[in-house]
């Protein structure tokens, strides 16, 4: 066809699997979403098609080969998001690397992955406190542990505390079998997973030992100063109003919290009892604390995941 264009791009340095993904469906999935035809041939990756559809994958495909020249894993979902990003007018941001993180001894870059996930990193790094709201799979609890690490290996804050409401509605450990511990591990172990994925096991347990990282229930703060620290509260939108209140008055010199939660996965018995509802009211305008929204668009769990998110919330809205 005479309208039809080929363009060549350098993918020199890449390593191929990083770029095309498993069964090529990184480059499947570009062509599928641009309307052009993608093959990659040794260090070059060609785009051809209608000159409107090349001029929109070209710097789709040019995000996402700088994205595998950092190394990171790439998969369909993150092409799906990049082109979402061209048609926004955000892609740029999606691989400057200003909010990329770079942890001792992991292979990979942490970076966010979508632009609010960007928007969210940012206000971590700027705001003394943070309120993540959004559904599962936006990254809301995994980017917050990541800048609790990073702070704490660049010597920012000397301890990291990671907590949660223990049990839905109310934290009832005494009906559950085993020791404390065994009693708490279960919904704690989210956090413990996050962090393992970020430092090798036996560090993990070393810091626990020491103290130097804290995973406890949301309960366990009360009577505490919690300072020179980087804190974490996860599932807030189980934490009622009164354990909300005891944990934001724990803060002292030098530290920061990251508060995090879904609304629409409120398990209190009465969901006006949330604190997360309540501090979304009353604390909003204060300087030093920030809010961030995440939504469906941010999900970087499989497809699907956003699928369902959105599924649940239209039959929500009736």
Do not use: C, W
């Given at each position: 066809m005479s309208s039809e264009i080929a363009r060549r791009l350098s993918a020199e340095g890449i390593d191929p699997l990083t770029l095309a993904g498993v069964n090529d469906g990184n480059l499947v999935e570009l062509a599928k979403r641009t309307g052009v035809r993608v093959s990659l041939r040794g260090d070059v990756l060609s785009l051809t098609g209608p000159a409107d559809a090349v001029e929109r994958a070209t710097p789709v495909a040019q995000a996402l080969m700088d994205l595998a020249r950092m190394g990171?894993?790439?998969?369909?979902?993150?092409?799906?998001?990049?082109?979402?990003?061209?048609?926004?007018?955000?892609?740029s941001a999606a691989v400057d690397g200003a909010h990329n993180i770079i942890l001792p001894g992991l292979r990979r870059v942490i970076q966010p992955k979508t632009a609010g996930q960007r928007t969210y990193l940012e206000s971590i790094a700027q705001s003394e406190i943070v309120v993540g709201i959004g559904p599962a799979g936006t990254?809301?609890?995994?980017?917050?542990?990541?800048?609790?690490?990073?702070?704490?290996a660049r010597k920012?804050?000397?301890?990291?505390?990671?907590?949660?409401?223990?049990?839905?509605?109310?934290?009832?450990?005494?009906f559950l079998p085993g020791d404390l511990q065994e009693k708490v591990d279960p919904y704690l172990r989210p956090l413990y997973d996050a962090l393992e994925d970020m430092m090798p096991r036996d560090r993990v347990q070393k810091a626990i030992e020491t103290r130097t990282i804290e995973i406890a229930p949301l309960a366990y703060m009360r009577g505490r100063t919690l300072a020179d620290a980087f804190v974490i509260l996860d599932e807030a939108q189980n934490a009622t109003?009164?354990?909300?209140?005891?944990?934001?008055?724990?803060?002292?010199?030098?530290s920061r919290a990251v508060i995090t939660g879904d609304k629409t996965q409120i398990d209190l018995q009465n969901r006006e009892d949330s604190g997360l509802l309540q501090i979304e009211r009353i604390l909003p305008g204060i300087e030093g604390i920030g809010f961030c929204y995440l939504d469906e668009s941010d999900v970087v769990r499989h497809r699907l995941v956003r699928a369902i998110i959105r599924a649940y919330a239209e039959d929500a809205q009736g």
């Open positions: 990171d894993l790439l998969e369909p979902g993150d092409v799906a998001r990049l082109v979402a990003d061209a048609d926004r007018g955000t892609l990254g809301k609890t995994y980017l917050a542990v990541a800048a609790a690490v990073d702070a704490l920012r804050v000397r301890r990291i505390v990671l907590a949660r409401p223990a049990v839905e509605a109310g934290e009832s450990l005494g109003g009164m354990q909300m209140k005891m944990f934001l008055t724990r803060l002292g010199v030098n």
